[in-house]
């Protein structure tokens, strides 16, 4: 264990306690305040969701006392802290459309544990930005070098960071010194966890994963605020974390501080333009533009080329039978097989498991592992019936995909069309967003979610 590591874990920590709102580039507070918008808004086209029905039902099997510290989205119900991130959670990470990144799927931990702590603590919306930001900004460090290597070995990278982020947003919060803050985030690599095997199995425990690595991330930051400790090389140890979720021995934290507080991972967090994993969008997008432009839509092959890492990671190569929506939404086929049937790719889509004319297209798309392929770059090769043969390659510029204010805005509409709720229902809760950084509380912005969630509710009933 190197001394230089525990200096940058506190380096790391100090970031977290001490970084001033003032200080932060209003590139970065509009950042987050994009990142807010759109987790919460995706969190509402979540609310039909039956694993997060189930979630919340087990919840309160479980919470005897009616507790009043937090709301949950999904009822608007007050209940406790815990019930109400992991409800949270689950309901901005059930249609797996939150804001992405190569590190994970960091907002649907951090933004679950900033609603309910700033909520409890009856926080300024300066803090709330300012928690989002430590928040995404830790776990995205921690993560973005270690990623693709737990990955690999089947780790879930959304909710092994996620819990760090809830937790320094948490101690942010909860006005932890730079100690504990720093104690927090090593009690948080105890808790990491998450597999990807929900992709094989086509089954619902993903959902769990957000809300729960938000939970335990709170709970790391109580848990070192009434002075838990853990061993000062948890986080870099020979059996610490990096060491335990890696194939090797590499150092994974050479990049931990660089250009801290000037230089933010945060603004490489990208939005999802369709239901999908994100290495799939350019797939849809490149089916979609062929598809525009012939008039007999007899599909004779179509070869998708892709980067190796992606075409060889988990369930991108499935082609069925599907029974779950974990199984479509890695699968690069159906994605491509939906997008050419219906011009579109909508969370209703992803969901028509067996749909024939979808699943009778998937024998004839093939997924081609190239080297030549660039990260989220790939080649689409068509064939046609009558032998016309079509290329695209995806070209569109990686900042064409980040999640900024203008594309929260367009989720919106997304949400809106989907949910079939006025846009103008959405106004209220949009100028609140827009002006986070002067309210008392979060207690309106909590109203509107609530109350867009319940409109949802009755829409889907009716």
């Not at 934290?253 to 933010?264: F, I, N, P, S, T």
């Amino acid at each position: 264990m190197h001394a230089d590591s525990m200096d940058k874990l506190n380096q790391l920590s100090r970031f977290v306690v001490e970084s001033r709102y003032s200080d932060y580039p209003t590139s970065v507070v509009e950042k987050a305040k994009a990142a807010i918008l759109y987790g919460i808004v995706i969190g509402i086209g979540g609310a039909p969701s039956r694993p997060v029905s189930k979630i919340v039902a087990a919840l309160d099997l479980l919470e005897s006392v009616n507790q009043s510290d937090a709301r949950r989205l999904f009822d608007g119900r007050f209940c406790s802290v815990d019930n109400a991130v992991i409800a949270n959670g689950a309901l901005m990470h059930t249609r797996l459309q939150e804001d992405a990144h190569p590190a994970g799927h960091i907002g649907v931990a951090v933004l679950p544990a900033v609603l309910a702590i700033s909520e409890k603590e009856v926080k300024s919306g300066a803090d709330v930005l300012a928690s989002t930001i430590v928040g995404y900004e830790t776990a995205l460090r921690i993560g973005r070098d270690h990623a693709a290597d737990a990955s690999s070995r089947g780790f879930r990278t959304t909710s092994i960071y996620g819990v760090f982020g809830a937790a320094a947003a948490t101690a942010r919060l909860m006005s932890l010194n730079v100690t504990e803050t720093e104690n927090a985030l090593r009690l948080a690599a105890n808790y990491a966890s998450g597999l990807r095997e929900f992709v094989n199995g086509g089954t619902e425990e993903y959902v769990l994963h957000a809300g729960t690595a938000a939970q335990l991330g709170v709970r790391s930051a109580a848990y070192a605020k009434a002075g838990i400790t853990a061993s000062r090389e948890t986080l870099h140890g020979p059996a610490g974390f990096y060491r335990a979720f890696s194939s090797t021995d590499k150092q994974y934290d050479q990049r931990l501080v660089d250009e801290l507080g000037k230089k933010y991972e945060f603004m490489n967090v990208a939005m999802k333009p369709y239901p999908v994993c994100q290495f799939h969008r350019g797939i849809i997008r490149g089916v979609i533009e062929l598809r525009k432009t012939i008039d007999d839509l007899t599909l004779k092959k179509l070869q998708i080329h892709m980067h190796p890492f992606e075409a060889e990671f988990f369930g991108v190569q499935y082609k069925g039978p599907f029974e779950g929506f974990p199984q479509t939404i890695m699968s690069a086929s159906f994605c491509a097989g939906l997008a050419w049937i219906a011009g579109e790719v909508s969370y209703e889509g992803m969901n028509r498991f067996h749909d024939p004319g979808i699943n009778g297209l998937l024998n004839r798309i093939h997924v081609v592992p190239d080297v030549d392929c660039q990260r989220y770059q790939p080649k689409l090769y068509l064939t046609l019936a009558d032998g016309q043969t079509l290329h695209w390659r995806e070209e569109t510029p990686q900042d064409a995909y980040n999640l900024n204010w203008e594309s929260a805005i367009e989720m919106v509409q997304v949400i809106s069309r989907e949910m079939k709720i006025p846009e103008h229902a959405f106004k209220m809760l949009v100028d609140n967003i827009k002006l986070l950084d002067d309210a008392k509380d979060p207690s309106s912005l909590i109203d509107l979610a609530c109350e867009l969630v319940g409109l949802v509710h009755c829409q889907t009933s009716s």
